[in-house]
């Protein structure tokens, strides 16, 4: 069983908040995903009929959130933002239903770790607007049921196996975020820089951009510790060398990794001749959350090609032998 209490909340939420793309021209990138939403939410609206359920899942601080704020924003739709744990038990579920408003979106974040029978009272609901209430126990119980308002179900994970297949099935839609290409980083980079009133030398930015894990929250994070080196030194327009020498007291190298990726990797290469190896047994040797690795490191470092994913396991690339340097390459003959 993986465990369910992978880190998920963003590291700062108050940069969240203030970073957030506020209109749909704002929101870079992505865009296949973009255009089929754009088609979806003009034809739900000429209709004049609620959008059908949405999932979005990929790896933290692509743009689940910001999506489904944007979505709710264009169907001119109210938004109930809730989490997955935050919904301890199908009174808590009721609770939220029966106090949407007509027309409403609902946005689940984390969707993966509803409770069971959180989740069981949730199917009817997305079928039917239907809500079954047990009133009573044993042989004397009861079923009521009520109507509930027309709304939409925006639901994120970042772990769609965890997903059962009757709740995965009740979406109209499933979109998957990608990770992001550098020019568009640099394009988030530019109006984030602009918002915090930073100016930044085309060099300086590229150099975030390629550091940023090709996610927009990295990047936004990297941005705020150049600035801070940027006045310490003084300047007004951050120098590359700045950018660098922030990157570099990060410890975050040129493809973006940062120690635990790293440390991820050579333990792959060391302590498991470069795998395959199980997820439990590389966390427990790198003392590492399961979940954590899973969710926050390993995509990455599976875009990059650097490690694979095998039957047996995790596995070590060439490409991962060669960033990690020669040494590791000699260790592995
Ligand atoms: N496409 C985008 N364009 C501009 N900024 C973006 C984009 N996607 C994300 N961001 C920035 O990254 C931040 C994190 O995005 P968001 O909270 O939507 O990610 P998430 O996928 O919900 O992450 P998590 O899985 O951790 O909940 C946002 O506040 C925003 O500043
Ligand atoms: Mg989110």
Redesign the pocket.
């Known amino acids: 069983m993986v465990p369910q209490n992978a880190k998920?909340?963003?590291p700062d939420p108050v940069?969240?908040?203030?970073?957030?793309?506020r209109n749909w021209q704002?929101?870079?990138?992505?865009k296949k995903l973009k255009a089929n939403l754009w088609v979806a939410i003009e034809a739900a609206k000429s209709r004049g009929e609620p959008l059908d359920h949405l999932l979005?899942y990929?790896?933290?601080?692509?743009?689940?959130?910001?999506?489904a704020h944007l979505i709710a924003a264009e169907m001119g739709a109210a938004l109930t933002p809730t989490t997955g744990p935050a919904i301890e038990r199908t009174g808590d579920l009721a609770a939220i239903l029966t106090n949407l408003a007509e027309k409403s979106v609902l946005f689940i974040?984390e969707i993966h770790r509803l409770a069971k029978p959180v989740e069981e009272l949730l199917y009817p609901a997305l079928e039917a607007r239907s809500l079954h209430i047990i009133l009573g126990r044993g042989p004397g119980a009861r079923t009521l049921e009520l109507q509930l308002p027309t709304f939409t179900l925006i639901a994120?994970t970042?772990r769609p196996a965890m997903l059962s297949a009757p709740l995965r099935s009740r979406f109209g839609t499933t979109w998957r975020?990608d990770f992001?290409e550098a020019p568009?980083i640099e394009q988030?980079l530019e109006?984030?820089s602009r918002l915090l009133n930073i100016t930044l030398a085309a060099e300086a930015r590229r150099l975030i951009a390629v550091s940023s894990r090709a996610t927009?929250?990295t990047a936004?994070r990297l941005l705020k510790r150049v600035r801070d080196l940027a006045q310490t030194r003084g300047e007004t327009v951050v120098s590359p060398d700045t950018a660098r020498e922030a990157l570099r007291m990060l410890e975050v190298d040129a493809e973006g990794l940062e120690p635990t990726d790293r440390r991820l990797l050579t333990a792959l290469i060391e302590q498991f001749r470069g795998g395959p190896v199980g997820l439990k047994t590389l966390a427990a040797a790198t003392a590492e959350d399961e979940g954590t690795i899973e969710d926050v490191y390993e995509p990455y470092l599976l875009q990059l090609g650097f490690i694979e994913r095998t039957p047996r396991g995790r596995t070590a690339t060439a490409k991962a032998y060669a960033h990690l340097g020669k040494g590791a390459v000699a260790r592995l003959l």
């Open positions: 998920k909340s963003s940069l969240d908040a203030t970073l957030r793309p704002e929101f870079i990138g992505q979005f990929g790896p933290p601080g692509l743009g689940k959130t910001s999506l974040d994120a970042t975020l992001y568009e988030i109006r984030s927009p929250r936004n």
